[in-house]
């Protein structure tokens, strides 16, 4: 069990704005604070020392940014961001444990399981009626990591052996300024989140709650859920705001107010505050943004828009998907359409968030698998759906322009067959374990490799596999008899170098 202890916690100037998330990827070490300062800060100043290795220790998250033209993985010392296409390591930060101290923090007593305790880092009020909680002692594991985009502003929960943050804490850290930004307590241990450049959604147990990305954060909606131990959840922003994801390509083009990440040894720096930025990017956008997560009941999905900025309930859709629990889902760009799987993992079903109408049903196999990852394509014209038994199928929603690439079976058209037969099958696919042969052979645990898949472009698709540690980029070829194949075109061990 995680042991805890008490100690006070620091405040800190405004954090800068929207800038560029920039570091040469040394390691960096968190150092313990100076003992003539009156308070212990929860993240000590850090100070760079060379990398004693460049193996990756085990790795507990992955995740893609907004546009999937970056990736960060999360481990048992610290975490790593990578450009993805080409593979390039930009960042990387690596926690050591600090001393604890043993001081008391106050914080306001009304929290509840919900809302728990909000901490600003350029808040400095005092609490009149204040309890004493407990602090965790620091370790160094970083169990979850979401990306803001390509800025200095990343979620950080703790985790693994020897956390480095409470698992109950999010945190907004300040990459620029090596520091925590905003800090969320909750009573309940942070299983996912989500970011857009007004929002931040956490995802607990049995609760999503909405917050205002601003310093302090203002908490607009909770919504109940079903027991969700997997944090399932996504986030859209409409293609009319000035938040949306866009292709990787396009994105530092198009885009005044989203920075590409630098090369090493560049810099970037903003007068702006995080209040500015965020109130700014609301005001001079369209504010849908839609919010996919379980339902309470077994199967049901709910669709909300969290883009309203009053406390008022916003407009909510439930789909019906699934007669069992919900084990992965994921929304397109522009948050008009929800794939989801349930834990039999034999069906992938299409639904319009706006109407709940059912548009696709896929077949993925006929044996139970575990989705482990699903993404639409940047033009939202095809589905990419990895499961635990490491194949990788590629399914297409623009039928009509499309020319009915997907499969069917040669019975389909036959009456009274059961709905198996009625399929529609993947249109390419490809067993990701006759590239692994010799990484498996190598592997002496019993745990299932689980792969997190993004998109490079609209016909390239890349997998970060978590126990391999490696980066692959699998693309779609058409054959001269007008069929298409999954190719895996290259692949990378993850390291801790540039080379």
């Known amino acids: 069990m995680p042991s805890y202890a008490t100690t006070s916690t620091t405040t800190h100037s405004p954090p800068s704005a929207n800038a560029t998330l920039t570091?040469?990827?040394?390691?960096?070490?968190?150092s313990t604070p100076a003992s003539n300062t009156s308070t212990t800060s929860t993240t000590p100043t850090t100070t760079t020392t060379p990398s004693s290795s460049t193996a990756i220790p085990r790795i507990l998250c992955m995740n893609f940014n907004q546009d999937q033209g970056c990736f960060a993985i999360s481990h048992e010392q610290g975490f790593l961001v990578y450009n993805t296409n080409p593979i390039e390591l930009r960042v990387k930060r690596n926690f050591t444990t600090p001393a604890t101290s043993s001081s008391t923090t106050t914080t306001p007593n009304n929290r509840s399981n919900s809302t728990g305790s909000t901490e600003s880092a350029s808040s400095t009020g005092s609490h009149n009626n204040t309890h004493t909680h407990r602090q965790y002692?620091?370790?160094?594991?970083?169990?979850?990591?979401?990306?803001?985009?390509?800025?200095?502003?990343?979620?950080?929960?703790?985790?693994?052996?020897?956390?480095?943050?409470?698992?109950?804490?999010?945190?907004?850290?300040?990459?620029?300024?090596?520091?925590?930004?905003?800090?969320?307590?909750?009573?309940?241990?942070?299983?996912?989140?989500?970011?857009?450049?007004v929002r931040i959604i956490v995802v607990l147990i049995d609760q999503i709650i909405v917050y205002g990305f601003a310093a302090p954060p203002k908490k607009f909606h909770t919504y109940n859920t079903i027991s969700n131990e997997f944090g399932i959840a996504d986030l859209s922003v409409n293609s009319n705001s000035s938040t949306t994801t866009t292709t990787a390509t396009t994105s530092a083009a198009s885009d005044s107010t989203r920075r590409s990440i630098s090369p090493p040894n560049s810099s970037s720096s903003s007068n702006n505050s995080l209040k500015?930025?965020?109130?700014?990017?609301?005001?001079?956008?369209?504010?849908?943004?839609?919010?996919?997560?379980?339902?309470?009941?077994?199967?049901?999905?709910?669709?909300?828009?969290?883009?309203?900025?009053?406390?008022?309930?916003?407009?909510?859709?439930?789909?019906?998907?699934?007669?069992?629990?919900?084990r992965c889902l994921c929304l397109n760009k522009s948050g008009t359409l929800v794939a989801s799987a349930s834990i039999t993992g034999t069906l992938i079903r299409i639904h319009s968030t706006r109407t709940t109408t059912l548009l696709y049903e896929f077949r993925r196999g006929i044996d139970k698998a575990v989705i482990t990852s699903m993404k639409f394509s940047h033009d939202d014209s095809k589905l990419a759906v990895l499961s635990d038994k490491h194949t990788l199928h590629v399914y297409n929603?623009?039928?009509?322009?499309?020319?009915?690439?997907?499969?069917?079976?040669?019975?389909?058209?036959?009456?009274?067959?059961?709905?198996?037969?009625?399929?529609?099958?993947?249109?390419?696919?490809?067993?990701?374990?006759?590239?692994?042969?010799?990484?498996?052979?190598?592997?002496?645990?019993?745990?299932?490799?689980?792969?997190?898949i993004g998109w490079s472009g609209d016909d390239s698709i890349i997998i970060i596999w978590k126990l391999k540690k490696i980066w692959e980029k699998y693309v779609i070829v058409e054959s001269e008899n007008h069929t298409y194949e999954l190719i895996r075109s290259s692949w990378k061990k993850l390291d801790n170098t540039t080379n």
């Not at 570091?23 to 968190?30: E, K, L």
């Not at 500015?276 to 009941?297: E, H, K, V």
């Not at 049901?300 to 007669?323: L, P, R, T, Y």
């Open 276 to 326: 500015d930025i965020t109130s700014s990017s609301s005001s001079s956008s369209s504010s849908y943004q839609t919010l996919a997560f379980p339902g309470r009941s077994v199967g049901q999905i709910q669709i909300v828009d969290v883009g309203n900025n009053s406390n008022e309930k916003n407009s909510m859709n439930i789909i019906k998907a699934h007669k069992l629990n919900i």
């Open 397 to 452: 929603i623009d039928e009509v322009h499309g020319g009915g690439l997907n499969r069917h079976h040669v019975l389909n058209n036959l009456p009274y067959l059961p709905n198996y037969f009625k399929s529609t099958w993947s249109f390419c696919s490809v067993n990701t374990n006759k590239y692994h042969e010799n990484n498996d052979s190598t592997n002496k645990s019993t745990e299932v490799d689980e792969g997190t």
């Open 23 to 30: 570091a040469t990827p040394t390691t960096v070490t968190a």
């Open 137 to 197: 002692k620091s370790g160094s594991g970083i169990s979850h990591i979401t990306m803001l985009h390509r800025t200095n502003y990343l979620a950080l929960v703790g985790g693994g052996e020897k956390p480095r943050f409470p698992p109950n804490k999010l945190i907004i850290w300040d990459d620029l300024k090596r520091k925590t930004s905003l800090l969320l307590e909750f009573n309940t241990p942070v299983l996912n989140v989500l970011l857009s450049r």
